[in-house]
């Protein structure tokens, strides 16, 4: 089992920054791929960000690209979020996710291992 614990969330104004951070321990994959989504009230689960096993490519979901890093630190199995410019519509829980495929999805369904998420709430 993995467990993902995520930190970093609350509330800040627009236009401020904000970093998560998500600390795997327990059995960890040499070659997991890791992701970000969230999820606002009423609404579905959106793809954030995603990092390759080793770093090397990321992928953002539209409306976070230009303003968004995902990064991560292997030593530390620690993954972050760098959140800039934050806008309320960024207002949602944070989920932090591993793929054990190493599959660098946009897709939810192919992450098998959740934390418990971290709310950021962005006011105007």
């Known amino acids: 089992q993995v467990q993902l614990v995520e930190s970093g969330g609350g509330l800040v104004q627009a236009g401020a920054s904000l970093r998560l951070s998500c600390a795997a321990s327990?059995?960890?994959?040499?070659?997991?791929?890791p992701g970000w989504f969230r999820q606002a009230p009423g609404k579905g689960r959106e793809f954030v960000a995603a990092i390759s096993w080793d770093g090397g490519r990321t992928l953002y979901g539209d409306s976070v690209k230009g303003r968004f890093t995902m990064s991560m630190d292997n030593a530390k199995k620690t993954v972050y979020l760098q959140m800039n410019s934050l806008k309320p519509e960024d207002t949602a829980v944070y989920y932090c996710?591993?793929?054990?495929?190493?599959?660098?999805?946009?897709?939810?369904?192919?992450?098998?291992?959740w934390g418990q998420g971290t709310q950021v709430t962005v006011s105007s």
């Open positions: 996710a591993a793929d054990a495929y190493g599959r660098l999805s946009t897709y939810s369904g192919d992450y098998g291992y």
């Open positions: 327990g059995r960890t994959f040499s070659r997991y791929a």
